[in-house]
Nanobody
Framework: QVQLVESGGGLVQPGGSLRLSCAAS????????MGWYRQAPGKQRDLVAG???????NYAASVKGRFTISRDNAKDAMYLQMNSLKPEDTAVYYC?????????WGEGTLVTVSS
């Protein structure tokens, strides 16, 4: 059983930065893929950024150039550096991992971008 715990959310002003962390139980070295999703009120959960076990990354068009996903296998952790935040980035951000074909989700961390 894999457990994922997000941290780092909070309130930030437009143009500011936040760094989200996802701590995983067990070794993430064998995880096929990991990523960050977000869900704004009244909207569906969408992919923000993904990273494979080989380190390949992909981003939603709306965050490309502003967000950076990374993983540290030695620390069993994944990160999302978010810069130039906009009010439309406000959402609950979820950590995701696929391990041997099974999807796992964290409980989410709230990011609010507001002045």
């Amino acid at each position: 059983q894999v457990q994922l715990v997000e941290s780092g959310g909070g309130l930030v002003q437009p143009g500011g930065s936040l760094r989200l962390s996802c701590a995983a139980s067990g070794s993430i070295f064998s995880f096929n893929a990991m990523g960050w999703y977000r869900q704004a009120p009244g909207k569906q959960r969408d992919l923000v950024a993904g990273i494979t076990s080989a380190g390949s990354t992909n981003y939603a068009a709306s965050v490309k150039g502003r967000f950076t996903i990374s993983r540290d296998n030695a620390k069993d952790a994944m990160y999302l550096q978010m810069n130039s935040l906009k009010p439309e980035d406000t959402a609950v951000y979820y950590c995701y991992a696929n391990h041997y074909g099974v999807d796992y989700w964290g409980e989410g961390t709230l990011v609010t971008v507001s002045s």
